[in-house]
Nanobody, 115 residues
């Protein structure tokens, strides 16, 4: 059974930091591309950051220089370090695992940034 379990969300003031984690089970984690998405109320889900199986990373323009995605294949976990948070970063953050036709989602974790 495949599971992606996000954690680390919460309430933080603008300018603060949070680190999200996504623990995977039931997949060969090291072979999957891992992506963080987010969805704010009334908006479409958007890609935040991606890390491939070779640890190549890419970011949305809105988070470049502030967020860092990383992975620990020994722990089957992907992280999203979020610094200099802004109120517009408020959203539910979702973890995604993708390999060929296999596309998996976590349940999401809420991040709220107060001004």
């Amino acid at each position: 059974q495949v599971q992606l379990v996000e954690s680390g969300g919460g309430l933080v003031q603008a300018g603060g930091s949070l680190r999200l984690s996504c623990a995977a089970s039931g997949i060969i984690f090291s072979t999957y591309t891992m992506t963080w998405y987010r969805q704010a109320p009334g908006k479409q889900r958007e890609l935040v950051a991606t890390i491939t199986s070779r640890s190549t990373t890419s970011y949305a323009d809105s988070v470049k220089g502030r967020f860092t995605i990383s992975r620990d294949n020994a722990k089957n976990t992907v992280y999203l370090q979020m610094n200099s948070l802004k109120p517009e970063d408020t959203a539910v953050y979702y973890c995604n695992a993708l390999k060929n036709w296999d596309n998996r989602w976590g349940q999401g974790t809420q991040v709220t940034v107060s001004s």
